[in-house]
C-alpha cells in the first residue's frame, strides 16, 4: 500500500467505522479487535491494536569487531555468541505460523555480519513473504558477503556512520575506518540489480552528541552521494558519567514545553524559513515553557510513546530468549540526570519452548502491552528524580518490572531505524 496514497473511511448506516481492506490487513484489524482512540486538535488517532504482532528484531549474534562509545557493551558482561541452526530453525517454524505484512530487522548489539549463514537467514525470512531489513557498521560489508545479502533479498540495509571525517568517525567507532566503510557502500550500491527503485534500499544511522554534532550536515551529504533513501538521528544513551556529559537533550528532559498538557499555555509556530534571522527566536519561542505545535504537529504527542508497542515489535536474542524490545534482552547500565540506572532484562520466554505467536497471545503479555501503550508509569524522566530512579524494578505508581518511565525511547530522545 502507497503511503501517500489517498485513503478514506466510511460510516455505514448503522454508525460503524469501515476502513479500507488493505489497512485492515496492514494493522492485523479484525471483527471485535480493541483499538485505543485518542483525540487530537484537528481529529482522531487510532492506535494499532496490541494484538497485531508486526514486526520482529532478531540479533543473529551479540559479537562485534569494532568497540564504540556510544555501546552499551561499554558497561556490561554477558555470554557472548551467536545463533545456532536449531534456534534460527525454532524462529523460522515461528515466523510461519504469522501472517504477513511482518517485518523482520536482522540487529542487535552485535555486528550481523559476523554471522556466517546471515544470508540464509534473509532469504528463508523472505520466502515466508515478510519484508527483510538488516542494521551494520558496514566494515564487513565486503563484495561477497554485498552480493550474498542482495541476492537473498533483503529489502533495507542500514549503516551506523557517526561522523563525516575518517577522525572524527573513528572518535566514536573505535577500531573502524570511515574511507573503507564507504568505499564497500559504493560498490554494496553499485551491485545492486538496475531499478528506478533499487533495492535493497539504504539507509544512515546517525547517533548524535556533543562531539559529533557539527558532522550531521555533512553525514547527510555523503549520504545522498551513497544513494541513501533513509536518514535516522537519534540521541545518545549514555553508558558511563563521562558520555552523560556528551548528551544534547539535558534541558529538553526537563522541559515540560514539549509535554500536551492541558493546563499549560500553547503556542502554535508555522511553517517559516530557519536561518541565522529566526533561529534564536524560534529557539527561545520553543523553550518559553508553552505547549508548542509546530506546522500543526504538537511537540508533545510522542512523550509516553513506546514506539516498540506501537510498531507491534518484539525481540528474539542470539540464544532465543524473547523480549518485548530489544533493550530488554540485556541487563544494562545507563545514566539519566546524574543517576546511575541499571535496567534488568525482561525474558517473556524461549523461541525453543514458545512459539512467538503463542508467547504474543498470553493475557499477561497482553497486559503489559496494553500498560505500555497507555503508558501508566511515573514521569520519571521530567521528574527531580529518587532512589526509584536506579532501576527499572519498580516506580513511585508501584508499577512492576519493568517500569518504563525512563525509558528514552518512550520519550522520543533515543530511536532505532
Known amino acids: 500500500m502507497d503511503i501517500f496514497e489517498p485513503l478514506w473511511a466510511n460510516v455505514d448506516a448503522d454508525g460503524h467505522l469501515e476502513l479500507p481492506p488493505d489497512v485492515m490487513t496492514q494493522f492485523g484489524i479484525e471483527p471485535g479487535t480493541r483499538m485505543r482512540l485518542e483525540m487530537t486538535p484537528n481529529g482522531l488517532k487510532l492506535h494499532r491494536p496490541v494484538t497485531h504482532l508486526a514486526k520482529i528484531y532478531i540479533e543473529p549474534t551479540n559479537r562485534c569487531n569494532i568497540d564504540c562509545r556510544t555501546c552499551m557493551r561499554q558497561n556490561w558482561d554477558v555470554t557472548l555468541g551467536k545463533m545456532s541452526a536449531k534456534t534460527f530453525a525454532a524462529i523460522e517454524a515461528s515466523l510461519a505460523e504469522l501472517k504477513p505484512p511482518v517485518t523482520v530487522m536482522f540487529g542487535g548489539i552485535g555486528e550481523p555480519l559476523l554471522h556466517p549463514k546471515l544470508a540464509d537467514m534473509i532469504a528463508a525470512v523472505k520466502a515466508l513473504g515478510f519484508r527483510a531489513e538488516m542494521i551494520s557498521n558496514g566494515t564487513m560489508l565486503t563484495e561477497r558477503r554485498a552480493k550474498q545479502i542482495i541476492e537473498a533479498g533483503l529489502d533495507l540495509l542500514w549503516i551506523s556512520i557517526d561522523g563525516s571525517s575518517p577522525e572524527s568517525y573513528a572518535d566514536v567507532r573505535l577500531g573502524a ?48 552521494s551513497v544513494g541513501a533513501k533513509h536518514f535516522s538521528v537519534s540521541n545518545l544513551l549514555p553508558h558511563s558519567t563521562e558520555m552523560e556529559e556528551e548528551i544534547l537533550y539535558k534541558r529538553s528532559m526537563r522541559n515540560i514545553t514539549y509535554l500536551p498538557s492541558p493546563w499549560l499555555r500553547r503556542l502554535s509556530i508555522p511553517k517559516m524559513d530557519f536561518n541565522e534571522l529566526t533561529a534564536g527566536p524560534l529557539m527561545e519561542a520553543f523553550n518559553s515553557g508553552y505547549n508548542v505545535s509546530f506546522a500543526g504537529n504538537n511537540l508533545g504527542e510522542l512523550n509516553d510513546v513506546c514506539t516498540f508497542i506501537e510498531q507491534g515489535a518484539m525481540a528474539v536474542g542470539w540464544d532465543g530468549r524473547i ?70 524494578e519498580t516506580d513511585c505508581f508501584w508499577n512492576e518490572a519493568p517500569a518504563c518511565g525512563s525509558c528514552l525511547w518512550a520519550q522520543g530522545f533515543v530511536q532505532c531505524p
Request: proline residues 8%.
Open 177 to 224: 575506518e570511515l574511507p573503507l566503510v564507504l568505499e564497500n557502500l559504493r560498490r554494496f550500491r553499485r551491485l545492486r540489480r538496475p531499478a528506478h527503485r533499487p533495492t535493497p534500499e539504504i539507509g544512515i544511522a546517525f547517533v548524535a552528541m556533543e562531539r559529533n554534532i557539527a558532522d550531521l550536515p555533512e553525514v547527510l551529504r555523503i549520504g545522498k
Open 323 to 392: 523480549a518485548p524490545c530489544p533493550p530488554l534482552l540485556y541487563h544494562h547500565i545507563g545514566y539519566i540526570r546524574g543517576y546511575r540506572r541499571e535496567s534488568f532484562a525482561h525474558i517473556l520466554g524461549d523461541i525453543h519452548e514458545q512459539s512467538l505467536q503463542t508467547l504474543w497471545a498470553t493475557p499477561a503479555y497482553e497486559a503489559y502491552r496494553d500498560r505500555v501503550q497507555r503508558f501508566a508509569f511515573a514521569p520519571c524522566t521530567a521528574c527531580g528524580g529518587c532512589d526509584l530512579l536506579e532501576n527499572n
